[in-house]
């Protein structure tokens, strides 16, 4: 079965320290890979997506994510964290619609970072 | 262009009533799915439909769960005889007709459900 997995729980970590928040998945076929952030009590956005061309995808806020076909990994990174980017963040993948009727998401554990100051 | 629309935003049960969840997706959006949230995870597709179809219903839990989206009017996920397990946060999600550019979705702010 398709599976994402996000390999840790928690990430604690201080203010101005750089982050990765790691994301794996399960198949290597046709695959378009997101990243989105939950803060408390609010629905998803949308972080950052890798449809094609460049594996290195950034957001507008300094995260960026890398696309690794070989490991089939899509980990999230940012060089200095802030403490209003602690919230969940959720990787998730979309298979190509010959795999996946109607593109639905799959989603990962969730990560949850908190920055301290 | 108001985002995904869900509503109540909070929405307290007593076991065995029924509960029913409203989206209505952006303007221009023909594709609405549902998932859900329990505590402590994360999220796991429900349903996906069009206009008056269930295109995947894969995630819908075999009793006591439905979906519709009807052509005028929201999306709306019922639950019958709701338990304690069912407490959780559902997320309903919208997007335009499937295109090679139209990868991501944008999704409500979700309703809480608790089953007291």
């Known amino acids: 079965a398709q599976s994402v997995t996000q390999l840790d729980s928690q990430v604690p970590v201080f203010e101005e320290a750089p982050v990765e928040l790691r994301c794996n998945y399960s198949s290597s076929v046709s695959v378009y890979l997101f990243w989105y952030v939950q803060y408390p009590n609010q629905g998803l956005q949308l972080l950052l997506k890798?449809?094609?061309?460049?594996?290195l995808v950034k957001s507008i806020n300094g995260f960026e994510a890398e696309f690794n076909k070989s490991q089939t990994s899509f980990h999230l990174r940012k060089p200095s964290v802030h403490i209003s980017d602690t919230a969940e963040y959720f990787c998730a993948v979309r298979y190509s619609m010959i795999y996946n009727q109607g593109g639905k998401l799959i989603f990962g554990q969730g990560t949850e970072l908190s920055v301290k100051p | 262009n108001a985002g995904v629309m869900q509503n109540p935003r909070h929405l307290v049960r007593r076991r065995g009533q029924e509960a029913r969840l409203r989206c209505s997706p952006m303007?221009?959006?023909?594709?609405v799915y549902w998932y859900r949230q329990l505590p402590e995870e994360g999220l796991k597709f429900m349903v996906y439909l069009q206009k008056e179809n269930i295109i995947d219903e894969s995630g819908m839990p075999k009793e006591r769960f439905s979906a519709e989206f009807p052509k005028e009017g929201p999306s709306i996920l019922r639950i019958q005889q709701v338990v304690r397990g069912d407490s959780a946060a559902y997320f309903c999600?919208?997007?335009?007709?499937?295109?090679?550019?139209?990868?991501?979705?944008?999704f409500g702010s979700g309703t809480r459900l608790t089953v007291v």
């Open positions: 890798y449809l094609s061309g460049s594996t």
């Open positions: 303007k221009g959006h023909s594709h």
């Open positions: 999600a919208s997007s335009p007709p499937w295109t090679l550019e139209n990868y991501g979705y944008t």
